[in-house]
């Protein structure tokens, strides 16, 4: 299936294998965002951090789900964006495509922050914004080089997290059972204390650790750029990351958060670090901290920019955002016009956020939790209702489930991200009906009713 059914026409190349999208998927969610976020996560959650990642891999497969049976009847670029499109209304499309915006643009500048503020630890004497220039610089040149480059970058580092990773849990597992630190060895209290345990507090750490699965998603976006059979690799490499990645989580919380019984943390930020610092010493500690923030700054940013511009790219050449951003580089084939805005609307947002980064992530999960929502819908309309599809359990039970999950997450968010998430809706409407009555911009799709 050729992006010519769809209209279009093929611009970006196509050069990606299943393996190529397993590891961007990877790459996105890294494998030690926990690093990052634990101790937000943990205060949420009553030190139940590998519980809140379980439940929000079992949250996720849903929407997982539902992203391969979209990818199948539509592998074009775009995401949500597309399926919701061609899978309820072209108007719908562009507000699944608004939100995700609103976590496509926001997740750059997101990364540039945690980074800065991770070696700020280290090094003091350098300024944050100059670590937000570094990292800004390579990952716009990354993707502008093209994604067979970014996917050669992808391998380095995905093979550097898994070895700091892998030291991790080799010393952990050591100082819990050789050392007799924290609880003397791994207990199910991690994952079920009922001293501590309550569903709402449980379902607020989901929401920030959420943050962490972000990026199965975003596979999506490159369905253009798979070299043979998009349709179906692009669901199996949503659903093989989630569960990789998935695993990975929940095994070195789970060490942690053994680790770390009785221990008080200095900060949130530091939390995870600190608590190398006890299994290993100083030199896991500050290894730890400086993989966080090459991963974060410049292996996920580069992915990151990627995912957003050709989102950007895919509206635009549906005529919903300026035509400009769909060029295409006539050598390198990648979107650079929408690369360019990215870039300068990161180093914007980043400067702006340098000192208050949860408020960023609380933005970034609004977006995605309701595109997410979207994508369920998409399903539901186009399978069960459009074709009458009679796969009960995978067209409707699945997505319904996940629609309630995410639902239930996004509620028990706090209010300031869902004011300003209703707000960027808002301006979406407006914009929208400004293309169509002001502007008289007719539907570039004739969908099915």
């Known amino acids: 299936m050729s992006v010519n059914e769809f209209g279009y026409k093929q611009e970006l190349k196509r050069s990606l294998s299943l393996t190529d999208l397993i590891i961007y998927g990877m790459i996105f969610m ?21 519980a809140a990642y379980l439940v929000g891999m079992v949250a ?8 391969q049976s979209m990818a199948r009847a539509f592998p074009i670029a775009g995401s949500v964006y597309s399926y919701a499109q061609r899978g309820i209304h072209e108007q719908v499309g562009f507000i699944a495509g608004w939100v995700l915006l609103l976590d496509y643009l926001l997740i750059p500048p997101l990364l540039y922050v945690f980074s800065a503020l991770a070696l700020s630890h280290l090094f003091p004497f350098i300024p944050k914004l100059a670590w937000v220039l570094f990292f800004l610089v390579i990952a716009t040149i990354g993707n502008l080089v093209g994604i067979k480059f970014t996917a050669r970058l992808n391998r380095l580092f995905l093979i550097g997290q898994l070895i700091v990773l892998a ?41 920030i650790a959420v943050l962490s699965f972000l990026g199965f998603d975003a596979i999506s976006t490159l369905a253009e750029e798979v070299e043979d059979n998009p349709a179906r690799k692009i669901g199996q490499a949503a ?5 990789i ?47 966080t923030a090459l991963a974060w700054g410049i292996a996920v940013s580069v992915t990151s920019q990627a995912a957003v511009s050709r989102l950007l790219f895919s509206m635009a050449r549906d005529k919903k955002l300026p035509v400009v951003l769909a060029r295409v580089h006539p050598r390198f084939k990648t979107p650079h016009i929408s690369i360019y805005l990215v870039t300068v609307l990161s180093l914007v947002i980043g400067v702006l956020f340098l000192d208050s980064p949860d408020v960023l992530t609380s933005l970034v999960n609004f ?43 996004l509620f028990s968010m706090g209010q300031e991200a869902q004011t300003l998430g209703l707000a960027w809706i808002a301006i979406g409407v407006v914009y929208l009906l400004v293309l169509k009555y002001v502007l008289g911009r007719q539907p570039v799709l004739q969908l099915e009713d």
């Open 245 to 291: 990645m998935g695993s990975l989580f929940v095994l070195q919380t789970w060490i942690a958060a053994d680790l770390s019984v009785g221990m008080t943390f200095e900060s949130p930020d530091t939390a995870f670090y600190e608590i190398a610092g006890l299994a290993g010493g100083s030199w896991l500690a500050t290894l730890a901290a400086v993989a």
């Open 60 to 67: 996720m497969l849903f929407t997982a789900l539902s992203y």
């Open 367 to 409: 977006g995605a939790l309701t595109g997410f929502l979207l994508l369920h819908l998409s399903v539901i309309n186009h399978y069960f209702v459009r074709q009458r599809s009679g796969q009960v359990i995978r067209h409707l039970i699945c997505p319904v489930l996940g629609l309630l999950i995410i639902g239930y997450v």
């Open 167 to 207: 030291l991790f849990v080799g010393v952990g597992l050591y100082a819990l059972y050789a050392q007799g630190m924290g609880s003397g060895g791994l207990t199910l209290r991690p994952l079920f204390n009922m001293e501590t345990f309550e569903p709402e507090l449980i379902m607020k750490a989901v929401s």
């Open 239 to 243: 659903l093989a990351t989630l569960f």
């Open 30 to 50: 890294i494998p030690i965002a926990p690093f990052g976020v634990y101790g937000w996560v943990s205060a949420d959650a009553g030190g139940m951090v590998p």
